[in-house]
């Protein structure tokens, strides 16, 4: 999966092209405070693997905590759909369930990131 993926927000307000690092193998869900709230899993690009297609006026960003992670949501309908990482903020995580033909439930069972203990906050 390097082909750019479609990947939108509920109403479409918002529409990134996503190219993954290493297609759907990055997949996983964090249990930080924010993310286990959330509960979506994310899989991972490049910085330069985002463009926002259409809908940048509609991105609202939220910082939690060390205030490294930029978390984007759509501020019409509230899905989140992509993420700067603390852990590598070199690196997007995407909104697995956003990303176009794409279930979730297909994937079983979707690896836990000990976001509770992150190096960072050491």
Same mark, same amino acid.
């Given at each position: ?16 092209? @996503?190219?993954?690092? +290493?297609?759907?193998?990055?997949? *996983? ?7 286990? *709230? ?5 899989? =991972?690009? /490049? %910085?330069? #693997?985002?463009? @926002?297609?259409?809908?940048?006026? %509609?991105? =609202? ?6 205030? =490294? ?8 309908? #509230? ?6 990482? *603390?852990?590598? /903020? ?8 956003? %990303?176009?033909? @794409?279930?979730?439930? +297909? ?6 990131? +000990?976001?509770?203990?992150? /190096?960072? +906050?050491?």
């Amino acid at each position: 999966m390097t082909d750019p993926i479609k990947t939108t927000c509920q109403c479409g307000g918002v529409e990134l092209r @996503v190219r993954l690092s +290493d297609g759907l193998n990055t997949a *996983r869900r964090c249990d930080c405070s924010y993310c286990a *709230r959330r509960g979506a899993a994310a899989v =991972t690009a /490049p %910085l330069d #693997g985002v463009e @926002v297609v259409k809908g940048a006026d %509609l991105l =609202t960003e939220y910082r939690w905590g060390t205030q =490294t992670a930029r978390h984007f949501f759509c501020s019409v309908c #509230g899905i989140y759909t992509h993420h700067q990482r *603390r852990s590598n /903020p070199n690196e997007y995580g995407v909104n697995l369930a956003a %990303l176009a033909g @794409v279930n979730p439930r +297909d994937l079983g069972d979707i690896p836990w990131t +000990d976001g509770i203990n992150h /190096p960072s +906050d050491r």
